[in-house]
């Protein structure tokens, strides 16, 4: 009779005793005398096969072609940790664990980590594969007899995996989410929309899961201090028919908005428009007219705005100095092209111009940087009209153009330095 081990379940956050994980393994005697034969031998590795492989894995040469492995899909995938009984993953866990694994082989060590190989806790066995050892305190992997060690990019997804009873079997079925914001989207249909963190940000509307924010440190998350930058999440639906807007506050030293916009329906949800596709241009200064022409691509490809005298006079000045010191050249315009960079500090929606539909409205903060570019710095409002499923660019209104007394607080508004933990 087999002497029984003390097993740890995590089951939705909670812990059972083994006593309890014992009592409900007890059906399965065939599969648990199969799986306790994988906890023999020594985690540290050994060069030869280990005699834990199943007998399919016995009667082929295993792969250690870790480019060949993270190419899989759909692969069966077993645990074992601290040289207990190999567990089974299902198709969840094992496609978010090889996109852990993908997103760290361009950080390969060489050196010292090999001295740490005889403290990994864990095995990964992927079928048709040389075992991968992973050391979960130092964050290190690599295949087993392999030189090539390898750090696991992402550190805060692994200590939230969770084990639950599948079936009658214990089953690795996917990482602890922490919920930080959900919202209805549609209200004829039953849909919401839920901003969760499991170690990366994730949007999920149904079965659609996308990744907003990746490698996001815990501890950072819900942060109060500017000094440790979090992000706040929010959604704000734009119309009847699925069409929503996700926006997030980064609060740092610099704050900054990033605005995403989305159309869920038949079960999916399609990306329509995002800020981060913004780009913004220096075209060119025209002294004599007092005017500076820029871009906001992919929108807009000349917007010429008329500068104050002030702005003027600094100009003048500025481009008195480029041309004592030789520096107005024929490259000139091309070389500070770029140099015109812009942060969104506000969103909302208004009926700004009274036509009984409301726009989407971002508030946006455009200076220069270069010691030889232009210096220039003023606000705009970008507005966007809401149309059937999607949104049109519609204006950027420029502060110093700006006639709308309704637009005036807007021009004015900034993001507070510490994290908002209510959004409404």
Do not use: C
Request: proline share 3%.
């Amino acid at each position: 009779m087999k002497s029984k081990k003390k097993i740890t379940i995590i089951l939705g956050g909670s812990l059972l005793t083994g006593i309890l994980a014992l009592m409900l393994l007890n059906p399965l005697k065939q599969d648990d005398q199969t799986l306790a034969h994988h906890t023999q031998g020594s985690i540290a590795g050994n060069k030869q096969l280990n005699p834990t492989q199943n007998n399919e894995q016995q009667n082929q040469t295993l792969s250690s072609n870790m480019e060949a492995l993270l190419k899989e899909v759909n692969i069966p995938l077993t645990i074992s940790q601290h040289e207990e009984r190999f567990i089974p993953a299902n198709d969840f866990f094992t496609s978010r664990l090889l996109s852990l694994l993908r997103d760290s082989i361009n950080d390969e060590w060489q050196s010292e980590a090999k001295a740490d190989k005889q403290n990994a806790q864990v095995r990964f066995r992927f079928e048709g594969y040389v075992d991968i050892y992973f050391n979960a305190e130092l964050n290190m992997f690599w295949f087993e007899g392999s030189d090539q060690v390898y750090h696991l990019n992402n550190t805060e997804v692994w200590p939230r995996y969770m084990i639950k009873i599948v079936n009658n079997q214990l089953t690795y079925a996917g990482f602890e989410k922490t919920v930080l914001y959900k919202k209805t989207i549609s209200p004829y249909r039953d849909e919401e929309a839920v901003i969760y963190y499991d170690g990366n940000i994730h949007l999920q509307v149904h079965d659609t899961d996308i990744i907003l924010n990746d490698v996001v440190d815990e501890h950072t998350l819900l942060s109060h201090d500017a000094h440790y930058p979090s992000d706040s999440y929010g959604i704000e639906v734009l119309d009847d028919k699925g069409l929503f807007m996700l926006y997030s506050a980064h609060k740092g030293m610099s704050p900054f908005y990033k605005v995403r916009v989305y159309q869920s329906g038949d079960g999916k949800v399609m990306p329509i428009w995002s800020s981060l596709d913004m780009d913004s241009y220096i075209n060119y200064v025209d002294l004599d007219n007092k005017t500076i022409d820029i871009a906001l691509q992919p929108m807009l490809d000349s917007k010429v705005i008329g500068l104050s005298n002030a702005e003027a006079e600094r100009m003048y000045a500025h481009f008195d100095t480029l041309k004592n010191n030789g520096i107005l050249d024929e490259n000139f315009w091309q070389d500070i092209k770029e140099n015109l960079l812009y942060e969104m500090i506000h969103v909302t929606t208004l009926d700004y111009d009274h036509d009984e539909k409301k726009e989407l409205l971002m508030t946006i903060s455009f200076h220069t940087v270069g010691a030889k570019t232009p210096p220039f710095d003023q606000r705009a409002i970008l507005v966007y009209s809401i149309e059937n499923k999607g949104i049109v660019y519609k204006d950027l209104i420029m502060e110093s153009e700006n006639t709308n007394e309704q637009l005036d607080s807007l021009f004015r508004t900034t993001i507070p330095q510490t994290v908002m933990t209510h959004w409404e």
